[in-house]
C-alpha cells in the first residue's frame, strides 16, 4: 500500500500501483478515462476517510511503493474535471490549489441534512453551525463554507433560512422549516 495510512483506507485499486497512473496521458480518450478513475478513487478515499477537502500537497497523489507522484499540472487537471463535472469546487477560485470534494452532490447532502434536522427536531427551531458540524450530525466534519452551500440549496427550495452572512459576515445560524 501506499504511504498514506492504509488503517484509514484500505480499499486501493489495482491501478494505484500501475506507473502511468501516475503521468497525465497524452492521449485525450486515455486521459479522459484516467480523470475518471482519478476522480473515482479521490472520492471514495474522501467518503470513507470523510474527508471534505483536497490540496495539492495531499499523499494520494504520491505511491512511494512505486516511487511515484503525479505533478501539479496532473493535480490541476483532475481539479479542473471535477469542477467542471460538479463533483469538486474550488475553495478559492483564485487559487485553485484545493476544492471541496463532493463525494455526494450538494442536493444529497441538504437532502441528509433535512432528514438530520427532522430526526434531532430541528424543525422551526433555530440550530448554529457549530451544532451542524459538531453534534454527531452526518455532516459532522464537514468545512463551516462547504455547509452553507449546502444550506443555501434547502434555503433556495424554501426549506430553510440562513441567518447572518450579511456583507459577507459568517453564518451564524440556520433555522429549519417544515
Known amino acids: 500500500m501506499a504511504t498514506i495510512a492504509a488503517v484509514e483506507f484500505n480499499s486501493w485499486p489495482a491501478h494505484y500501483n500501475f506507473p502511468p497512473f501516475f503521468t497525465l496521458q497524452p492521449n485525450r480518450e486515455t486521459q479522459a478515462k484516467q480523470l475518471s478513475i482519478w476522480i473515482q478513487l479521490i472520492k471514495d478515499y474522501a467518503s470513507k476517510t470523510r474527508l471534505f477537502s483536497i490540496d495539492h500537497s495531499h499523499p494520494i497523489f504520491t505511491n512511494t511503493e512505486i516511487s511515484r507522484s503525479l505533478t501539479q499540472e496532473g493535480i490541476s487537471t483532475i481539479f479542473d474535471e471535477m469542477i467542471r463535472t460538479s463533483q ?91
Open 88 to 178: 469538486g469546487e474550488y475553495v478559492d477560485a483564485s487559487k485553485k490549489d484545493r476544492i471541496f470534494i463532493w463525494w455526494q452532490s450538494k442536493e444529497v447532502w441538504a437532502k441528509v441534512l433535512m432528514q438530520s434536522a427532522e430526526k434531532g427536531g430541528l424543525l422551526n427551531s433555530v440550530a448554529t453551525i457549530y451544532e451542524l458540524l459538531n453534534d454527531h450530525t452526518p455532516l459532522e466534519g464537514m468545512e463551516e463554507a462547504m455547509l452553507v452551500k449546502v444550506l443555501k440549496v434547502l434555503e433556495a427550495s424554501g426549506k430553510c433560512e440562513v441567518m447572518g452572512g450579511a456583507a459577507g459576515g459568517s453564518v451564524e445560524g440556520v433555522k429549519f422549516f417544515m
